[in-house]
Nanobody, 121 residues
Framework: QVNLVESGGGLVQAGDSLRLACAAS?????MGWFRQAPGKEREFVVV????????EYADSVKGRFAVSRDDFKNTMYLQMNNLKPEDTAVYYC?????????????????WGRGTQVTVSS
């Protein structure tokens, strides 16, 4: 069993930065960040293999967001820079049961409750 807890969301202005954290308990493998905006389907933001050698970003966040992981703390981070109003969403941390997983939410077994990110223009 894996428990995921996100933190770090908030209300910011366009151009600002935020860093989200996902604290995990239990053994984790591939992990990812997903987001869901009001009235829209959940979409992937970034997925990261267990080793970190395979990382894939959504086109909409490439060059602005960066994922990292602190294995000692068993915590994954999402550094979000140059935030835009269209980044407004609930951000979810997810963990798979394999070392490598793709961008589909169905591939991830464990999910956090999410943290709200709101970017004003």
């Amino acid at each position: 069993q894996v428990n995921l807890v996100e933190s770090g969301g908030g209300l910011v202005q366009a151009g600002d930065s935020l860093r989200l954290a996902c604290a995990a308990s239990g053994r984790t493998y591939a992990m990812g960040w997903f987001r869901q905006a009001p009235g829209k389907e959940r979409e992937f933001v970034v997925v990261r293999s267990w080793s970190g050698r395979n990382i894939e970003y959504a086109d909409s966040v490439k060059g602005r967001f960066a994922v990292s992981r602190d294995d000692f703390k068993n915590t994954m981070y999402l550094q979000m820079n140059n935030l835009k109003p269209e980044d407004t969403a609930v951000y979810y941390c997810a963990a798979a049961t394999r070392n490598v997983a793709g961008t589909k939410s169905q591939e991830y077994r464990y999910w956090g409750r999410g943290t709200q990110v709101t970017v004003s223009s």
